[in-house]
């Protein structure tokens, strides 16, 4: 039983919200800068599919 959104489905809503602003990555050319925006995307999904995980635990628990 799978409630929530996955990992991917929350990184390609992250990359599509950035990807609607092109000129912010043009001025932001540094590839520090373009690693450090793709470690926060990965970073969020993670934590939401592992938030979402944890509250179907929690409601489940809760049921029995």
Known sequence: ???GMSRY???QILEEKIESE???KYYLDNEYTIKII???VEGISEAFEKN???LIDDLLRSRF
Do not use: G, Q, V
């Open 1 to 3: 039983m799978r409630k």
């Open 9 to 11: 489905e929350i990184k």
């Open 22 to 24: 092109p000129d912010l």
């Open 38 to 40: 793709d470690l926060l």
């Open 52 to 54: 979402n995980e944890k």
